[in-house]
């Protein structure tokens, strides 16, 4: 887990220790602030998450007050995240790291899978620690067609988590050839299955038409 996951979960585990039982509103209320927060990025340093736990009482988890704070202070709120949905999904740079809670949550709900036989769920690997961040297009592969740029080649779009031996063996193959290996996979992965966006000549499209369906799956689920 990573500086910016790890003081991220603080403030769940707060929960864990206050409350036995949440009403399913509440748990909406909890993934919208969750989501939310992540994606606006409010947990990188130290003096910004304080602000947070010093108004989770001992007793209680006042989430209309946190989600008020995100909105009100931090000039953050739902409608923000609905307009940059049709930036997210035009933007071919967008930085991937800002986004991987996103990716993450979505690999969740979708009961995506590892692509080994042994069928493992993404959430196991990851809590194991036993995933690569897979590049649907492998980045040595974009190098043979001159892209070399970090933010097109980390893009959200092109990452998705899983078995560190199949992600090895996957090497610098073209996605067209070893993409058919793992047909069964994909829609988890919410990668399209149209085998023409795998090509390079299509390569920025389908970084489009994935961030789209990622960004479509949290809002859909969570946000809506």
Do not use: C
């Not at 994606?39 to 990188?44: F, I, L």
């Not at 690999?107 to 042994?118: E, G, P």
Request: charged share 30%.
């Amino acid at each position: 887990m990573n500086f910016h996951m790890f003081h991220f979960v603080i403030p769940i585990l707060k929960i864990t220790q206050t409350l036995y039982f949440i009403p399913e509103i509440e748990k909406k209320k909890l993934a919208k602030w969750f989501i939310l927060s992540s994606y606006a990025g409010r947990y990188s340093k130290d003096s910004k998450i304080e602000k947070y736990i010093n108004i989770i009482k001992d007793d209680n988890f006042p989430i209309d007050e946190l989600i008020r704070k995100l909105e009100n202070e931090d000039n953050f709120t739902i409608d923000r995240f609905m307009r940059d949905k049709d930036n997210f999904a035009e933007s071919l740079k967008v930085q991937g790291r800002k986004y991987m809670m996103l990716l993450m949550i979505a690999l969740f709900k979708n009961n995506a899978r590892d692509w080994t036989v042994q069928n493992r769920l993404v959430v196991e690997i990851v809590k194991n620690r036993d995933y690569h961040r897979h590049h649907i297009f492998p980045k040595e592969y974009l190098s043979e067609f001159n892209i070399t740029d970090k933010d097109l080649i980390d893009d959200l779009g092109n990452i998705t988590i899983i078995d560190r031996v199949i992600n090895e063996s996957i090497n610098s193959n073209n996605p067209k050839e070893y993409l058919q290996n793992y047909k069964n996979f994909l829609k988890e992965h919410l990668i399209s299955e149209n085998e023409e966006l795998w090509s390079i000549e299509k390569f920025e499209e389908f970084l489009k038409q994935r961030k789209e369906g990622i960004y479509n799956l949290v809002y859909n689920l969570f946000l809506k």
